[in-house]
Nanobody, 123 residues
């Protein structure tokens, strides 16, 4: 089972980029889907998560108001729309799947992970 994240890019500060995550090997329609990121020299951190129904969404304070996550189960795809990007958003972004909404911010609770995709915000 794999989660394929795409949307690699070099973006200028203030720009936008959309990441996609497409699972292969199974469907994740009943899972919570999350986004994490890891900047150079830093630990992996929670970015956003969306429940299986799409009705519950949570964001890290650092991205709230700038990033939007959504899912299209018909296409078996999750998205992370990133606007007003800042240099500190530079990181490898990962998508992941979890069965429990109560643990969405806990990295160890995610059973499936994508390989990561690099986002660089620089002028």
């Amino acid at each position: 089972v794999q989660l394929q994240a795409s949307g690699v890019g070099l973006v200028q500060p203030g720009g936008s980029l959309r990441l996609s995550c497409t699972p292969s090997g199974r469907t994740f329609s009943s899972y919570v889907l999350g986004w994490f990121r890891q900047a150079p020299g830093k630990e992996r951190e929670f970015v956003a998560a969306i429940s299986w129904s799409g009705r519950n969404i949570d964001y890290a304070d650092s991205v709230k108001g700038r990033f939007t996550t959504s899912r299209d189960d018909a296409k078996n795809t999750m998205y992370l729309q990133m606007n007003s990007l800042k240099p500190e958003d530079t990181a490898v972004y990962y998508c992941a799947a979890n069965v429990n909404w109560a643990t969405i911010r806990i990295i160890g609770e995610y059973s499936y992970w994508g390989q990561g995709t690099l986002v660089t915000v620089s002028s």
